[in-house]
């Protein structure tokens, strides 16, 4: 087990792009490793890499029904709309109302190089949404809706 640092918002790390993964290697399955340690630790439904400095394109996610790791994810097609609270390990202790799809098919690598797709509905198209965001450098609070309030 090793956890990893989660940054907060005003470190540079969380707006920069992170880079497409060549090879998913022995560092890519500890990280991914270290992730899972990391977010379940924090209490966490998702994390992505660049949230522990690492600017590589790797989210993992788990809204209760089991771990779900996507490696270079890409969005490939939303429908409909959800408005609901987001909140954010490396914004911690606050929340604001966004709105995001209602359904959110990713494709995406798991960590033996298969290709596969997922679709999420509801709390997992949001949490896609808001994991794949961070792998572009933005935050929720950049689309937020409301004030962003503590929680
Ligand atoms: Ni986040």
Same mark, same amino acid.
């Given at each position: 087990?090793?956890?990893?640092?989660?940054?907060?918002?005003?470190?540079?790390?969380?707006?920069?792009?992170?880079?497409?993964?060549?090879?998913?290697?022995?560092?890519?399955?500890?990280?991914?490793?270290?992730?899972?340690?990391?977010? !379940? #630790?924090?209490? /966490?439904?998702?994390?992505?890499?660049?949230?522990?400095?690492? *600017?590589? &394109?790797?989210?993992?996610?788990? =809204?209760?029904?089991?771990?779900?790791?996507?490696?270079?994810?890409?969005?490939?097609?939303?429908?409909?709309?959800?408005?609901?609270?987001?909140?954010?390990?490396?914004?911690?202790?606050?929340?604001?109302?966004?709105?995001?799809?209602?359904?959110?098919?990713?494709?995406? !690598? #798991?960590?033996? /190089?298969?290709?596969?797709?997922?679709?999420?509905?509801?709390? *997992?198209? &949001?949490?896609?949404?808001?994991? =794949?965001?961070?792998?572009?450098?933005?935050?929720?609070?950049?689309?937020?809706?409301?004030?962003?309030?503590?929680?």
């Amino acid at each position: 087990m090793a956890l990893r640092e989660i940054v907060q918002i005003g470190e540079d790390v969380l707006r920069k792009k992170a880079k497409v993964v060549e090879k998913i290697d022995e560092k890519i399955i500890q990280l991914l490793d270290d992730m899972a340690d990391t977010m !379940y #630790n924090a209490d /966490g439904v998702g994390l992505a890499a660049p949230q522990i400095s690492i *600017l590589k &394109r790797v989210v993992i996610i788990d =809204i209760g029904e089991g771990l779900i790791e996507l490696i270079n994810p890409e969005i490939i097609s939303t429908s409909g709309e959800q408005t609901g609270d987001e909140g954010c390990l490396s914004v911690l202790g606050k929340s604001a109302v966004v709105t995001r799809p209602n359904v959110v098919t990713v494709r995406a !690598y #798991n960590r033996e /190089g298969q290709l596969f797709e997922i679709t999420g509905r509801e709390l *997992l198209a &949001r949490a896609l949404c808001h994991e =794949i965001d961070h792998l572009e450098g933005v935050l929720y609070v950049d689309r937020a809706e409301s004030e962003i309030i503590d929680i």
